[in-house]
């Protein structure tokens, strides 16, 4: 049986709001629009309300699930209850590719908008190395510094560079949210597939559920921070809707980061400049995160520290920068990110509960038979 983790390494519940709602808003808020407009036009914010919905419904039923580890515990030692220790390893195998995955992604999409935007010239293993140097220093402190990044990234892009996006506001074509309803729910769910991405990073909970002081009350701040997530795409989508037409933004790769342009300062030319370092802070906490959620799961399986396979994990991303490098490959990873994302908390997570619940239920019976 697993020691309990100490009452140090854990975290009050209301900062849950924070650690879901950065990593729900990376890379994907700035490309979000164009797929969405493509499906449902000039209905596409009713498809951000519509996945905003669907994300509350499974942040519920992962709680649940949860409910039912032992000493409230990870997936991890779920898995290992209900499979046994060889087929729940391998379905826990399987979550820790995907924490992988998750963070590759990210470090190569960001990196990837710095060299488009800023730096043309510099090679991408310079930068995957000082981000990956910092997220050894970072989830070497343990979850309460991942978790204090995760506040960070939260209050200062907040208050710097959402109030940007309201800026294009000043050239709205209002006209551009008629006519409303013009698409039929097919299509409005079609589209809400398109935010896979932008919705997922709840799943995390899976692995630091246990880290939490009193984890079942900080599920209202975790519906509270979804429900901003929402908020927040659902400004951005209405405001992309009425300074671009379904037809411009379909030639933009980043609509937001366009949108953050409009402002003049007279002493700075490039405001984009500014938006992407500022950016750091968005992208960095859930690269952290996810690293430390891949090495937990380590841990729990083949008892061995974070700190050993820490840089293990690190070295194996790096050397991942160097091969996958063009817009197409960058594109590919983010959609197969965003499959087996969605596949995890939208299939297996469902299907698991129900495994779960229904194991219990045989069990409570066959104790109760005298």
């Not at 969405?36 to 992962?62: P, S, T």
């Not at 975790?222 to 809707?241: C, E, G, K, R, W």
């Not at 750091?280 to 959620?293: E, G, H, N, Q």
């Not at 509960?353 to 239920?361: G, I, L, N, S």
Request: net charge positive; with cysteine.
């Amino acid at each position: 049986m697993k020691q309990a983790i100490q009452e140090r390494f854990l975290i009050s519940p209301f900062l849950v709001f924070f650690v879901i709602h950065s990593t729900q808003v990376g890379v994907g808020m700035l490309t979000f629009q164009r797929p969405l407009m493509k499906e449902a036009g000039q209905d596409a914010w009713m498809a951000v309300l519509l996945a905003g919905l669907a994300a509350h419904g499974l942040v519920w039923l992962m709680y649940r699930l949860l409910s039912y580890s032992p000493s409230g515990g990870d997936i991890v030692s779920l898995h290992e209850r209900y499979f046994g220790r060889w087929i729940g390893g391998a379905l826990s195998i399987g979550l820790l590719f995907y924490y992988a995955l998750a963070a590759f992604m990210v470090l190569q999409s960001y990196i990837e908008i710095i060299k488009v935007w800023v730096f043309p010239l510099m090679g991408v293993w310079q930068f995957s190395l000082v981000f990956l140097l910092l997220t050894y220093y970072a989830v070497l402190g343990g979850f309460r510094v991942v978790a204090g990044l995760c506040v960070w990234g939260v209050v200062i892009p907040l208050l710097t560079i959402f109030p940007m996006v309201f800026f294009p506001l000043e050239y709205a074509q209002y006209r551009n949210l008629l006519p409303v309803f013009d698409h039929s729910f097919g299509q409005l769910v079609k589209a809400s597939k398109e935010m896979t991405l932008q919705c997922l990073g709840f799943e995390m909970l899976l692995m630091y559920y246990p880290f939490l002081k009193n984890a079942p009350s900080s599920q209202k701040w975790a519906h509270a921070a979804n429900a901003f997530t929402t908020f927040i795409y659902l400004v951005v989508m209405l405001i992309s809707i009425v300074f671009y037409n379904k037809e411009q933004i379909q030639h933009i790769t980043w609509p937001t980061l366009t949108l953050a342009k409009i402002p003049e300062v007279p002493f700075i030319e490039r405001m984009e400049y500014i938006v992407i370092s500022i950016y750091v802070l968005v992208v960095f906490p859930i690269i952290t995160i996810s690293v430390w959620a891949a090495t937990r799961v380590v841990k729990q399986l083949f008892a061995v520290q974070q700190r050993r396979s820490l840089p293990v994990l690190l070295a194996v991303l790096f050397v991942g920068t160097l091969f996958v490098q063009e817009k197409t490959d960058i594109d590919r990873l983010m959609k197969w990110t965003a499959e087996a994302g969605l596949y995890l908390v939208a299939v297996y997570v469902p299907l698991l509960y129900v495994y779960v619940w229904a194991a219990e239920k045989v069990k409570k019976t066959l104790q109760q038979k005298p």
